[in-house]
């Protein structure tokens, strides 16, 4: 029943921005570590950044400290990742992921994924 479903993927110009968003339906949000991944094509998938359960606390990968910024809204049920200066080889399938635990949400093997979204960045 729980699911995770992204939006806001694109194209978009080297050094410009997007928003992707996250909407679970089937479990209580607000209870719930969540976080987002990318994989390009012929690569291993890769964690992006993590959030307490509350919003309180962030975890960001080394390559996107400074341009990329997790946030929750727990009384809209949404999870948002704002991308900027958006780099070429930072094109990728981006995923939200959930789970109970804010540390294991960021270890690569959260108990849900979503579907992904396409984040195109050319030059």
């Known amino acids: 029943q729980l699911q995770l479903v992204e939006s806001g993927g694109g194209s978009v110009q080297a050094g410009g921005s997007l928003k992707l968003s996250c909407v679970p339906s089937?479990?209580?949000?607000?209870?719930?570590?969540m976080a987002w991944y990318r994989q390009a094509p012929g690569k291993e998938r890769e964690h992006v950044s993590s959030?307490?359960?509350?919003?309180?606390?962030?975890i960001d990968a080394d390559s996107v400290k400074g341009r990329f910024t997790i946030s929750r809204d727990n009384v809209k049920n949404t999870l948002y990742l704002q991308m900027n200066s958006l780099k070429i080889e930072e094109t990728a399938m981006y995923y939200c992921?959930?789970?109970?635990?804010?540390?294991?949400?960021?270890?690569?093997?959260?108990?849900?994924w979503g579907q992904g979204t396409q984040v195109t960045v050319s030059s």
């Open positions: 089937g479990f209580i949000f607000s209870t719930y570590a």
């Open positions: 992921a959930a789970d109970y635990s804010f540390r294991r949400v960021g270890l690569g093997s959260p108990s849900y």
């Open positions: 959030i307490s359960e509350s919003g309180t606390t962030s």
